[in-house]
């Protein structure tokens, strides 16, 4: 929600104050540097998901052999309660982290509550020219940078090699395809082609890419997700569900969607580098991961396009230990540590150089996800990127289920646009 200049005041007072005090770290008002040697605590907020955080902490905790008079307190936050725990904590200035894993959506958001650090001349900038062009410019605001880019990602077509071919189909590159494929893949298995992810508002965006549409346009404040490629888009998704071509729902996609795949109840599925691991753990793959494939995301009438993804770091405006958190941050988003969470989780690096490396350059998934990512459709990075996605969840579980048209359900996220961004018409 938008909020009025007398909170926005009062959220800057806030910072202020937090800044002064100091926040969740142990160390001095300096940030715990004495004499130049980093000490205390930095408290890290991580993210990632349940295949992934095991790897993430040993990470986070490898800093503490750097600096051994630094702790690392690493905390997993559920990525659903991530946001709105950050910003209660950073609000009220109890339990923020020095550190924040943070949705590149979420950067903008955090920074004009006043809730994080420049970067800029910090530690933490190490080396800012080896980062990905695409990737730095979701850590902007105004004119400064307020987060280091950790990871980036966007969505392609998880499949099952052994159920297409059985079906005798090609990897399908357009969502025309994908229709097809599922009637053939259904009249030979009794399988579901396609698992469609209703719940999320993010799995929209290939859809309405697809049709040439877009959210907004930035540059001229204008609202563009109620023009008619953002119908097309609610027409295609319906459709594959009308079908039978797909199975959606409207709650828990993430975990039916990944069950479904990786035990092969449906054959396809669009999903992200995140769940990689996830997948590789289930039945049909874990005796034959080659069983695995990715192919761009597919296509719809006018193009192919995915958006673009990833995390960053973040410090907190009110952390006690700036000093250890930009270092921290430095450590995370280094070269050296990009390899290895590329190399154990199949994530892709946002520094140029990590992609030179052997071990990135050979990793399969990193293949194909680079080129995709190149491909990408960047988001709007602006403070209210988050909030664009309620209004579409609202409109795509009404669509899904028929209690409105793909017309109305594109003038629903239209209207609520221009009720949340000031000067958009």
Known sequence: MRRGIAAT???????????????????EGDGG?????????????????????????????????????????????????????????AGGNSGAPDVMRTEVAWTQDFASLGYLAPLDGTAALDKADDYLAQAAASTKFKGKTYAAPQTIDTLALFYNKKMLKAAGVDVPTTFDEVKSAAKKIRSKSGKTGLYLRGDDPYYYLPYLYGEGGDLLDTKSKKVTVDDPEGAKAFSVMKDLV??????????????????????????????????????????EFTSDKANLGVAPAPAGSARQGAPQGG??????AGSGNLDASYAFI?????????????????LLPTRTSVYDVKSVKDNQMVQFFKPAVEKSVQRPW??????????????????????????????????AYRKLLKGYK
């Open 242 to 283: 009308d079908s039978k071509a797909a199975v959606t729902d409207a709650s828990d996609g993430y975990n039916n969607q990944l069950n479904a795949f990786k035990d092969g109840d449906v054959a396809m599925a669009l999903d992200g580098p995140w769940s990689i691991q996830g997948a590789l753990q289930g039945k």
């Open 9 to 27: 005041g009062l959220i800057a007072a806030l910072a202020m104050t937090a800044a002064a005090c100091g926040g969740d770290g142990d160390g």
């Open 33 to 89: 540097s004495k004499g130049g040697k980093l000490s205390g605590t930095v408290t890290f907020w991580d993210t990632s998901n349940d295949a992934e955080k095991g790897a993430y902490e040993k990470l986070a905790k490898g800093f503490e052999k750097l600096h051994p008079d630094v702790k690392v307190k690493y905390v997993n936050v559920p990525f659903g309660e991530a946001n709105a725990k950050f910003k209660n904590a």
């Open 330 to 346: 430095k450590y995370m988003s280094s070269a050296k540590v990009q390899q290895q969470t590329t190399e154990q989780l199949s």
């Open 311 to 316: 995390w960053n770091l973040a410090a907190y």
């Open 382 to 415: 602006i403070p209210e990127a988050n909030a664009l996605f309620e209004p579409i969840r609202l409109q795509l579980e009404k669509v899904l289920s028929g209690k409105a048209s793909p017309e109305k359900g594109a003038q629903g996220i239209g209207d």
